[in-house]
């Protein structure tokens, strides 16, 4: 059973996903937050295996809800709820430790896929998000310390047909793998994409002596 | 001191402040001279300035109004959505639940053509890369949810070449209206796009085994083909359509400057 909780700040959005879990057998939806200041406060005690993130929350973000929440729960997984999948803010929620995202406009049946891939140890990912993540860790001018983990030639090869535009199912057969194996890959590099992010901070305490 | 002394003296002493004048007056005119082809410099270099800082302040503007129709009108479609959807799993009238589905894929539709106007206002986007992406993922999207088998292919691509929000989105929208178009019409079991440009844009779009159309009876039935020939003379590109045994062949033509864009960036 697959456990999951709910940030969003409107209501009838947030009770109709619930719905749509609960009438799955698979999985189960027992608690909603309005706000990310209750969930920063509740998520920690409760048992969770995933929580959805709306983004845009009246007082904190919803980023600001995972960079609190990811370090306090490390087995959570945290999936952003969004209107448009081509976003900064994606990218930014991912490098604060989100692990995937669903968007808000998605059939009811591509949304509970989403959750069960997630579930699973899957990702998606489109193609400005992975040019985004290649410019991260080729264009990185801050040397990297041990906790810096670099992207495997397939990770990097796999990035780059992302970024073209290219399906799933058709990097699987370019690169002779399978699809889950690609979305696999994807969760892995989000993964590096947080430590690399957290390296970045670490690197600019290095340099100036102080946390900006 | 004798005369002849004094005269020489004179002389040379004359002839030195004449050369100091002269030297003098050579380096305040060279001074003069730097001073304004530096005033000069600067003028210039302020209005490129002034040139850059307007284009970057049109860019954030750009960027803001993008911003905000996101979070907006974007979140405000997706309540209407849900709200529909809601209704329509909570009645068994059937005139309601078909009038109330309409609402929802309207929604739905407009939150994805926003994206597409989000899309081509992104200056991050202005280079053939951001258009080729969009246009592949639309494309093999598109056709595989109706079941057309389909190929994608890039030859001899520059990523790089710069292309403006405006003939971009002209582009998407003719290619989708083609497809659009394809599949409602060409019964085409498959459908291959080709993309080459160095630096200048050629789509091709070949209908396999397509019952084909006329395209100028299809003018005056719809507005679709209509609408494509307006994007294409708004962007001065070219569309021509050719029969070849049982495909149906369109050629999408637009002149790039070989001009590089390189701005997309992390911000």
């Not at chain 1, 995972?66 to 999936?79: A, D, E, H």
């Not at chain 1, 990218?91 to 998605?106: D, H, P, T």
């Not at chain 1, 889950?180 to 970045?200: D, P, S």
């Amino acid at each position: 059973m697959i456990k999951i909780s709910i940030i969003e700040d409107i209501k009838d959005v947030a009770f109709s996903v619930q719905a749509m879990i609960n009438s799955q057998s698979d999985m189960i939806c027992d608690h909603i937050f309005h706000n990310a200041e209750e969930a920063m406060m509740f998520v920690p005690h409760q048992d969770t295996d995933i929580v959805i993130v709306d983004i845009g929350l009246p007082r904190a973000s919803g980023i600001d809800a995972i960079t609190t929440l990811k370090g306090k729960c490390p087995n959570v997984l945290f999936c952003m709820f969004t209107v448009y999948e081509d976003d900064e803010k994606i990218f930014r929620s991912l490098q604060a430790g989100a692990n995937g995202y669903i968007l808000k406009g998605a059939s009811k049946d591509k949304i509970l896929t989403s959750i069960r891939e997630l579930a699973e140890g899957g990702s998606p990912m489109s193609p400005t998000i992975a040019r985004r993540i290649i410019e991260t860790f080729t264009e990185k001018k801050v040397q990297p310390t041990n906790n810096a983990l670099p992207l495997t030639t397939r990770e990097m090869e796999l990035l780059q047909l992302l970024a073209k535009g290219m399906l799933y199912k058709e990097i699987g057969e370019t690169l002779s793998i399978t699809t889950g194996t690609v979305k696999q890959h994807i969760h892995k590099i989000y993964e590096k994409l947080q430590v690399t992010n957290k390296t970045e901070a670490i690197n600019k305490l290095n340099v100036n002596g102080v946390a900006n | 001191m004798r005369e002849e002394e004094l005269i020489v003296v004179t002389a040379f002493t004359a002839s030195l402040l004449l050369s100091a004048l002269l030297i003098w007056f050579f380096i305040s005119y060279q001074k003069r001279k730097n001073e304004y082809v530096n005033s000069q410099k600067d003028a210039q270099l302020r209005e490129q300035e002034l040139i850059i800082q307007n284009q970057l302040n049109l860019e954030n503007e750009r960027n803001r109004i993008a911003s905000e129709m996101h979070d907006d009108l974007g979140s405000g479609l997706t309540v209407i959505k849900y709200l529909s959807d809601n209704i329509v799993s909570n009645t068994f009238d059937n005139t309601i639940k078909e009038d109330v589905n309409k609402i929802a894929t309207y929604s739905t539709v407009l939150v994805k053509n926003m994206s597409e106007i989000i899309w081509a206002m992104n200056s991050r986007f202005d280079n053939v890369q951001g258009l080729i992406s969009y246009l592949r993922r639309f494309s093999v999207e598109f056709l595989d949810d109706n079941n057309v088998s389909n190929t994608f292919k890039e030859n001899d691509l520059n990523y790089d070449i710069n292309i403006s929000g405006e003939k971009r989105r002209n582009l998407f929208l003719v290619v989708k209206e083609l497809l659009h178009n394809s599949v409602k019409y060409s019964k085409a079991k498959e459908i291959n796009i080709s993309i080459t440009g160095q630096p200048d844009l050629e789509i091709v779009i070949i209908e396999k085994q397509s019952v084909g159309f006329d395209p100028l009876i299809m003018k005056e039935k719809g507005n679709g083909l209509f609408n494509i020939e307006k994007r294409m003379a708004n962007i001065e590109g070219k569309i021509s359509y050719k029969r070849e045994d049982n495909d149906m062949i369109i050629k999408i033509f637009l002149h790039l400057e070989p001009e590089i864009k390189t701005n997309f960036k992390s911000e």
